[in-house]
């Protein structure tokens, strides 16, 4: 599963980083509103792309708000390279623990 904040240059991106049967959330379009999509690669790889508002803009702020003045901590569990997906994924699977698990390039560590 993929979460697409960003459209424009990152949906190809996306799509390609989805295993067949692959879902792709899309919730923004920053980077531009009508990207170049590979068509076959959807149909061929049963992927599918759904879209998502997750929240107005009033109820982002309202959280937001909380997250800034220390109401909301956002809990990070681990933060692992990308060349260890496979261990974030156990992490997830296990469900064991609390907090995000966070996955950055390799080069960010």
Request: glycine fraction near 12%; charge should be negative.
């Amino acid at each position: 599963m993929v979460v697409d904040h960003v459209g424009g240059e990152t949906w190809g991106d996306s799509l390609r980083a989805l295993a067949r049967g692959g879902r792709l959330v899309t919730c923004g379009a920053t980077a531009g509103p009508n990207p170049r999509t590979d068509i076959p690669r959807i149909f061929g790889n049963q992927l599918a792309i759904l879209g998502s508002t997750m929240a107005t803009p009033g109820e982002v702020d309202d959280v937001l708000a909380k997250v800034w003045d220390g109401t909301y901590e956002v809990r990070i569990r681990e933060t692992l390279p990308m060349s260890e997906t496979a261990q974030a994924h156990e992490l997830l699977e296990d469900r064991e623990g609390f907090g995000k698990v966070v996955v950055v390039p390799d080069s960010e560590r």
